[in-house]
């Protein structure tokens, strides 16, 4: 199954409500937030008390992406405001495997995620643990970016190693995803795309993600 994961850096921040309720009347599956804290990224988004405040508005999956130095600091406090799946950055744990252990101790689903500087083959000691690996296709920072086609290998290496090892998992893939490159990273392998730019300047959310989800089902056939 093709999820939706529409991604908050790119809706309106005076109206965030408004465009959570949107995105979900529009068929979203879940709702990815980027929390970036102007170091590991050069930006700064949202923290936990958003994130908390958000929880009351919505029964979507929360898919929040820690782009932050020492995550192993901030799980508790994520897991707390109301976080679902906590996706880490491989380059910025100082211990993955703590980090992850942390997360699934507080009840949350696991994520992994790697920079597209870094191989992929990094993560795979760490796959019999996790729930989700994130594929960036663009330098994490920034909404807005254009798809870099050459992460597509990374995306059909991490699913052969998916498979080799009989695993249950998601593969995300997030940056840069519209109706055409939405097409290729499901056609290598992912199965949960993070949209933002491309879906909320649209007028037509529904359409949006209804576009998304017919192209993304043929590359799946």
């Given amino acids: 199954m093709i999820k ?10 005076a109206n965030l409500e408004q465009e959570i309720t949107a995105v979900q009347l529009a ?3 879940m709702l990815h937030i980027d929390v970036m804290d102007g170091h590991f990224v050069p930006n700064i988004t949202f923290g936990p008390d958003v994130v908390k405040s958000l929880r009351s508005k919505t029964d979507l999956l929360f898919d929040v ?3 932050i130095k020492y995550p192993l600091q901030y799980i508790g406090a994520f897991a707390k405001a109301g976080a ?7 380059e910025a744990a100082d211990d993955v ?3 992850i252990g942390q997360i699934h101790a507080l009840g949350k689903k696991a994520g992994l995620s ?3 500087g870094t191989p992929v083959e990094e993560i795979y000691g760490f796959l019999p643990m996790l729930d989700m690996a994130l594929i960036m296709t663009v330098e994490p ?4 970016q254009s798809f870099m086609r050459d992460m597509l290998p990374k995306i059909s290496s991490l699913k052969q190693k998916i498979l080799d090892g009989s695993l249950h998992m998601d593969i995300e893939v997030d940056g840069g995803i519209d109706r055409n490159t939405a097409k290729e990273v499901i056609g290598a392998g992912a199965n949960v795309l993070v949209s933002g730019s491309a879906l909320f300047k649209q007028k037509d959310y529904k ?7 017919a192209t993304s089902a043929s590359a799946a056939l």
């Fill in 27 to 29: 068929g979203a599956d």
């Fill in 65 to 67: 992406h820690l782009m």
């Fill in 97 to 99: 495997r703590e980090t």
């Fill in 4 to 13: 939706i994961s529409p991604s908050m850096l790119a809706a309106d921040f």
């Fill in 114 to 116: 790697v920079k597209p």
């Fill in 207 to 213: 359409k949006a993600i209804e576009e998304l989800r």
């Fill in 141 to 144: 920072g920034f909404g807005g």
């Fill in 84 to 90: 679902d799946i906590i996706t880490i950055h491989y």
